[in-house]
């Protein structure tokens, strides 16, 4: 797994998000870095030939426009099924493309690549918000696209080559660019160098010969969607359910505004923003995994293995405690498991990665068996909620 710690470095966890998540802009340089990401052509190759992909998937642009995917895909008629067709990767029309300076993009890599989508979980835990990564290929010179603003925050990592990077002053919207404006950041951006950059930031980037690069984009939870929810949770009070009208006096209509004012006042507050954030989370959609023969009946876990919780946003508020039961909110479901098991599903969410064999030398007493912490963790590779990668 990787530690967001070393993305950082030298920032610390801590510094970055008080001074510039979701606020300013800031480049991590090479030196002292001890952060590098295993990804080469080979990769690149290995994916491109061996994978069936939508035609949304995989784009090739050249100076903001996308070429016709016509021309990246070519289209074969299934045996089985001759109404059907598959698209598959045209090489030598992508391979003609690429020789023109156009730039090759994947989207959602993190679904091909472990290594990458480690990254992703990794930067997801720091962020709490669902990440995407879309990777970019390109030779000599070229320009995927021209300076331009994008509506949702974004690290970008240098994994091969290196690309010149100019970066501007955010604005609200993407339509008050002023191109006299000078750049607050223009440089290129070497191999194991990293961007953030918060929605709103324009830029551009201009590769320097054979280049890849990874963005990794979340988009915000922001105030209008806390909002939304509130008036959904209020929807059956009466208050909203009264009419009102151009016929009501004017001392009914501010006594109705009174009324509304009270019941937001009393439901827009610190508790029901937790609660929003921690329903939120805790809705946050699962990465499929398998963990064949494990979930298996009779096929023994190894105590050597290590898991990880299958979610990279849970927080502790995810368990709650009803009866002898401990109720679990994640993956945008309720699970229910005895109030035995609360202290290993605590230890989970907060450690997120751990051996099997800290469970049982840590909680194996009269209450539960070793046997019984193993049997819990075979359930919860059931069921999805952690994989084991060792």
């Known amino acids: 797994?990787?530690?967001?710690?070393?993305?950082?470095?030298?920032?610390?966890?801590?510094?970055?998000?008080?001074?510039?998540?979701?606020?300013?802009?800031?480049?991590?340089?090479?030196?002292?870095?001890?952060?590098?990401?295993?990804?080469?052509?080979?990769?690149?190759?290995?994916?491109?030939?061996?994978?069936?992909?939508?035609t949304d998937q995989v784009r090739v642009v050249k100076g903001g426009q996308d070429i016709d995917f016509e021309s990246i895909f070519s289209f074969r008629t299934d045996n089985k099924n001759p109404n059907q067709k598959i698209a598959y990767l045209n090489n030598v029309g992508i391979n003609r493309l690429m020789n023109d300076g156009c730039t090759l993009i994947v989207h959602a890599v993190e679904e091909l690549m472990e290594?990458?989508?480690?990254?992703?979980?990794?930067?997801?835990?720091?962020?709490?918000?669902?990440?995407?990564?879309?990777?970019?290929?390109?030779?000599?010179?070229?320009?995927?696209?021209?300076?331009?603003?994008?509506?949702?925050?974004?690290?970008?990592?240098?994994?091969?080559?290196?690309?010149?990077?100019?970066?501007?002053?955010?604005?609200?919207?993407?339509?008050?660019?002023?191109?006299?404006?000078?750049?607050?950041?223009?440089?290129?951006?070497?191999?194991?160098?990293?961007?953030?950059?918060?929605?709103?930031y324009w830029h551009e980037a201009k590769s320097i010969g054979p280049t890849i690069h990874i963005t990794f984009g979340f988009t915000n939870r922001r105030v209008e969607h806390y909002i939304k929810w509130v008036l959904r949770e209020l929807s059956l009070n009466a208050i909203f359910n009264s009419d009102l009208n151009n016929y009501h006096t004017r001392e009914?209509?501010?006594?109705?505004?009174?009324?509304?004012k009270e019941v937001l006042t009393k439901n827009i507050n610190e508790s029901s923003l937790e609660k929003y954030i921690g329903i939120t989370d805790a809705k946050s959609p699962e990465r499929p995994y398998?963990?064949?023969?494990?979930?298996?009946?009779?096929?023994?876990?190894?105590?050597?293995?290590?898991?990880?919780?299958?979610?990279?946003?849970?927080?502790?508020?995810?368990?709650?405690?009803?009866?002898?039961?401990?109720?679990?909110?994640?993956?945008?479901?309720?699970?229910?498991?005895?109030?035995?098991?609360?202290?290993?599903?605590?230890?989970?969410?907060?450690?997120?990665q751990l051996r099997v064999s800290e469970l049982v030398k840590d909680f194996a007493d009269e209450e539960l068996t070793q046997g019984q912490i193993i049997q819990l963790i075979k359930d919860l590779l059931k069921l999805g909620l952690v994989r084991k990668i060792k």
Request: net charge neutral; hydrophobic share 40%.
């Open 115 to 200: 290594n990458i989508a480690g990254l992703v979980y990794a930067i997801e835990s720091l962020v709490h918000e669902k990440v995407q990564a879309n990777l970019y290929a390109c030779f000599g010179k070229g320009q995927g696209f021209d300076v331009h603003w994008d509506n949702h925050d974004v690290f970008v990592l240098q994994v091969l080559g290196s690309k010149d990077w100019t970066v501007y002053n955010p604005t609200e919207n993407k339509d008050c660019f002023n191109y006299l404006e000078k750049p607050i950041w223009s440089n290129v951006l070497n191999q194991g160098e990293l961007l953030y950059m918060p929605r709103g």
């Open 1 to 54: 797994m990787y530690s967001t710690s070393n993305l950082l470095e030298p920032i610390d966890i801590e510094k970055f998000k008080n001074s510039y998540l979701s606020k300013e802009f800031i480049h991590f340089s090479n030196s002292n870095r001890k952060f590098a990401l295993s990804f080469n052509w080979d990769d690149l190759n290995e994916i491109l030939s061996r994978r069936r992909f939508y």
């Open 252 to 260: 009914l209509k501010l006594e109705v505004l009174e009324n509304i």
């Open 290 to 352: 398998f963990n064949f023969p494990y979930v298996l009946d009779g096929e023994t876990l190894p105590v050597d293995s290590i898991i990880v919780i299958n979610s990279s946003r849970i927080q502790l508020k995810a368990l709650q405690t009803k009866g002898d039961l401990v109720i679990f909110n994640i993956l945008n479901r309720q699970w229910k498991f005895s109030l035995t098991t609360k202290p290993i599903l605590e230890r989970l969410i907060i450690k997120r």
